[in-house]
């Protein structure tokens, strides 16, 4: 049974940094690509960021771009995203997704969360001052 649980979400002020984690299990992460989306009261859902492997490449919406990286430790079965800058419009719940590996564009998949089937609870961000 895969499961994903994110955590590393909190409170901070304009300008702070956080670190969300995914911890994955019930699965082999490096056979899967893991994305991070985020859904903010009254918005639509919005695909933050997306990696596909160590070495691949991976995607960042364009108000994320600068400012938040995605990494993944495949021996810990964890996937990160490093968000610094934070601003108030990043306010939202944090959630990461599970797709399995596939070839071809990177962008669009993780714009749409198309394929992404395996989802965590989500972690609340706040940035407010």
């Known amino acids: 049974q895969v499961q994903l649980v994110e955590s590393g979400g909190g409170f901070v002020q304009p300008g702070g940094s956080l670190r969300l984690s995914c911890a994955a299990s019930?699965?082999?992460?490096?056979?899967?690509?893991i994305g991070w989306f985020r859904q903010a009261p009254g918005k639509e859902r919005e695909g933050v960021s997306c990696?596909?492997?160590?070495?691949?490449?991976?995607y960042y919406a364009d108000s994320v771009k600068g400012r938040f990286t995605i990494s993944r430790d495949n021996a810990k079965n964890t996937v990160y995203l490093q968000m610094n800058s934070l601003k108030p419009e990043d306010t939202a719940v944090y959630y990461c997704?599970?797709?399995?590996?596939?070839?071809?564009?990177?962008?669009?998949?993780?714009?749409?969360?198309?394929?992404?089937?395996?989802w965590g609870q989500g972690t609340q961000v706040t940035v407010s001052s």
């Open positions: 997704a599970a797709r399995r590996l596939w070839i071809g564009d990177i962008t669009g998949p993780c714009k749409a969360a198309a394929g992404f089937g395996s």
């Open positions: 019930g699965l082999a992460l490096d056979r899967y690509a």
């Open positions: 990696i596909r492997s160590s070495v691949g490449p991976t």
